[in-house]
């Protein structure tokens, strides 16, 4: 079984500090929600974010990479074959536990709302059938309970060529989930950090090698 990780996610709910900012008002007006209860996006909310959060302003506010990598990875073979599990991490460690069966809207929009919706109920749809779940905890904490070999994905890591890199059965990848700059978390507990490419890869990009390259050994 493989385990994949987004880590460190920019996936959040507008914070306290910006919920009066104009710009996040206006867009949650036209949303019927409240400021407190919609995702934080940067394509609505960049000069909120620069506004507080200036150093982390190109960072900060991207469900949308979140969306990609998910949509790559429930659609897997691998998904299919019942032989993945998904994991959303974010950076102020809530963890988002994937079913298998989950199969999520491609329409970005409703994927936020289902977002939204996940973040203020915890579960989807429900507790008694959860597709969806959100729990607080840290990513070393998530990693020790899956207990397979860790892996990181960085391009600060050993360079690798995955076709030829040791892959046993069980193990757990950890992706960052952030467009620029390094994990939050302290990912030095992991077993191994390594590079597959000598470049920046888009988070849904090394979920798809890497669950390519494990399909080829396993299915």
Same mark, same amino acid.
């Given at each position: 079984?493989?385990? %994949?990780?987004?880590?460190?996610? #920019?996936? =959040? $709910? *507008?914070?306290?500090?910006?919920?009066?900012?104009?710009?996040?008002?206006?867009?949650?007006?036209?949303?019927? !929600?409240?400021?407190?209860?919609?995702?934080?996006?940067?394509?609505?909310? &960049?000069?909120?974010?620069?506004?507080?959060?200036?150093?982390?302003? #190109?960072?900060?506010?991207?469900?949308?990479?979140?969306?990609?990598?998910?949509?790559?990875?429930? =659609?897997? %073979? %691998?998904?299919?074959e019942g032989k993945l599990r998904v994991y959303v991490h974010t950076?102020?460690?809530?963890?988002?536990?994937?079913?298998? #069966?989950?199969?999520?809207?491609?329409?970005?929009?409703?994927?936020?709302?289902?977002? =939204? &919706?996940? /973040?203020?109920? !915890?579960?989807?749809?429900?507790?008694?059938?959860?597709?969806?779940?959100?729990? !607080?905890?840290s990513l070393r904490a998530l990693v020790d309970e899956i207990g397979?070999?860790?892996?990181? %994905?960085?391009?600060?890591?050993? !360079?690798?060529?995955?076709?030829? +890199?040791?892959?046993? =059965?069980?193990?757990?990848?950890?992706?960052?989930? /952030?467009?620029?700059?390094?994990? $939050?978390?302290?990912?030095?507990?992991?077993?191994?950090? *390594?590079?597959?490419?000598?470049?920046?890869?888009?988070?849904?990009?090394?979920?798809?090698?890497?669950?390519?390259? +494990?399909?080829? $050994?396993?299915?």
């Amino acid at each position: 079984m493989m385990h %994949l990780i987004l880590a460190d996610s #920019e996936l =959040e $709910l *507008v914070p306290q500090a910006i919920q009066g900012h104009p710009a996040i008002v206006k867009h949650a007006k036209m949303r019927k !929600k409240k400021p407190s209860r919609i995702l934080l996006d940067s394509t609505y909310h &960049h000069q909120a974010i620069r506004s507080k959060y200036a150093a982390e302003a #190109e960072r900060r506010g991207r469900p949308d990479i979140v969306h990609f990598f998910l949509m790559n990875a429930q =659609e897997s %073979l %691998l998904n299919y074959e019942g032989k993945l599990r998904v994991y959303v991490h974010t950076r102020n460690n809530d963890v988002i536990r994937i079913s298998p #069966e989950t199969r999520l809207p491609k329409s970005y929009n409703r994927f936020v709302g289902l977002m =939204e &919706h996940v /973040f203020q109920n !915890k579960y989807v749809p429900d507790k008694e059938n959860p597709l969806l779940t959100l729990e !607080k905890m840290s990513l070393r904490a998530l990693v020790d309970e899956i207990g397979n070999k860790a892996v990181v %994905l960085s391009e600060k890591g050993k !360079k690798v060529n995955l076709k030829e +890199y040791d892959i046993p =059965e069980d193990i757990t990848f950890i992706i960052g989930g /952030f467009p620029s700059g390094d994990f $939050l978390s302290n990912v030095n507990f992991a077993d191994e950090i *390594v590079s597959i490419y000598d470049g920046t890869l888009m988070a849904w990009v090394a979920a798809y090698e890497v669950i390519a390259r +494990y399909e080829n $050994l396993y299915l």
